[in-house]
Structure formats: structure tokens, C-alpha cells
């Protein structure tokens, strides 16, 4: 077990250019998270697939925003034509659902820090 | 609306003595309850789940207690040490999947 990690740790870019964020969560864990967070102020949901199938998007989940799952293991998440108020740390997590109910601690990475110029 | 709050900005407790969060919900039936420490520039870090048909957990200096009726759960940790001081979140969550995170107490144990 070698916990969640995210790459990379931080990212600057200036404001419209398109970043990706990768995210390796624990082996045998099923289910993959992404949040974003900001300076004082708690991680919000962003949207969480079950193995290879997302299964909910927040409504901050703009359509300048996608993720992808593609084999069940690793995720990605994409910001197209970044804006200032993507300045966040973007998180990702991982569990195990049991019986098909998200009813088990989340794992986190240590996030991507990203800084729009 | 769904709301999630977490008491006061900061609590600053002398080393030895019991740091009491809370974390008050409104318009939310959760199926249970999560407490994490996040130190700065790091991730949330689980420490302890309890759900809506338990009353208290413990776990070596920590407990939590969960009160459906008053919704709300409060989060101790007793003989606290300066090594203690981050902020402390609580989320909560149904069965659907998603967490949903209060904004966090940040505690600090002076020595």
C-alpha cells in the first residue's frame, strides 16, 4: 500500500492554456474522488467514478472540466482554457465500496496545487 | 440548503488538557460521519468513522459521538500535545457516495 499520489504536486500555467492532473489511488481501492479546495475552506466534490464509470459531477464541475478513468486504475482530470478562479488545490482520494455503498474511509493524495497566472 | 458547520475559526488549548470541535449539520440526513487532520499543503487524513446507529467511537486518545437528533457530532481529543495542532474536518456522507466536507477548526496545543 502505498497511498494515493498525485502529479504533479504543483502546477503554474497562465490563464487559457489546458492542464492535466494525474491521480494513482490504492491498488485494490474501487472507487476514485476529485475535489477541489481553496485557502480556508473545506474540500468540495468535484465528481467520483466507481472502477471504470463516473457515477456523479457536481454542478462546479463545469464543462471546461472533465475526468476520465479509463482502465479503472488511475485517473485524470482536465482543465481546458483555465481561469483565475481555478487557482485550487485539486485533490483526489480512494476507497473500497462494500456491498455498493461509498461506506469506507477515503484515502487522500496531497493534491495538485494549481496557480493561474 | 444543505449546511455543514464547524465551531469557531481556531481553538487554542494548552498541551495536556481535552480539545472539543464540533460539527453541526442542518437539512442533511447523513448515513455516517467522518473526522480528518489536514496539516498545511497536505491532504486530509482519515481518523475515525462513525455511523448514524452508533453513538460514540474511540480510538487511543480520540472519541467522537454522533447525535442524529441534535445533528450534531462532537470530536475530542484528550491529553493533547503540540504534535496535535492541524485542522481538523469533519465530513459528512450518505450511502451515494460523495462527502461532503465542513470548512474545518484549526486547533493549535500550546506547550
Known amino acids: 500500500d502505498t497511498g494515493v499520489s498525485q502529479d504533479p504536486r504543483h502546477k503554474i500555467t497562465k490563464r487559457g492554456q489546458n492542464v492535466t492532473f494525474r491521480c494513482d489511488p490504492i491498488s485494490e481501492h474501487n472507487r476514485l474522488y476529485w475535489y477541489r479546495q481553496t485557502l480556508g475552506q473545506g474540500p468540495e466534490f468535484l465528481t467520483y467514478f466507481q472502477n471504470e464509470a463516473q457515477l456523479e459531477k457536481s454542478r462546479l464541475l463545469s464543462d471546461r472540466f472533465s475526468a476520465e478513468r479509463p482502465k479503472g486504475s488511475f485517473s485524470t482530470l482536465e482543465i481546458q482554457r483555465t481561469e483565475q478562479g481555478d487557482s485550487a488545490m485539486y485533490l483526489c482520494?480512494?476507497?473500497?465500496?462494500?456491498?455498493?455503498?461509498?461506506?469506507?474511509?477515503?484515502?487522500f493524495g496531497d493534491g495538485t496545487r494549481l496557480s493561474i497566472l | 440548503s444543505q449546511k455543514i458547520e464547524q465551531n469557531s475559526e481556531a481553538l487554542n488549548i494548552q498541551e495536556g488538557k481535552t480539545a472539543t470541535l464540533t460539527c453541526n449539520y442542518t437539512?442533511?440526513?447523513?448515513?455516517?460521519l467522518q473526522w480528518y487532520r489536514q496539516d498545511p499543503g497536505r491532504g486530509p487524513v482519515f481518523l475515525l468513522l462513525?455511523?448514524?446507529?452508533?453513538k460514540e467511537k474511540r480510538k487511543e486518545r480520540l472519541k467522537v459521538t454522533f447525535d442524529t437528533t441534535l445533528k450534531q457530532s462532537l470530536f475530542h481529543i484528550t491529553a493533547s500535545q503540540p504534535a496535535d495542532s492541524a485542522t481538523y474536518l469533519c465530513?459528512?456522507?450518505?450511502?451515494?457516495?460523495?462527502?461532503?466536507f465542513g470548512d474545518g477548526t484549526t486547533l493549535t496545543v500550546k506547550p
Open positions: 437539512n442533511y440526513s447523513p448515513a455516517y
Open positions: 462513525i455511523r448514524e446507529n452508533e
Open positions: 465530513a459528512l456522507d450518505t450511502n451515494a457516495g460523495k462527502s461532503t
Open positions: 482520494a480512494s476507497s473500497s465500496a462494500v456491498g455498493g455503498k461509498g461506506n469506507q474511509p477515503q484515502h
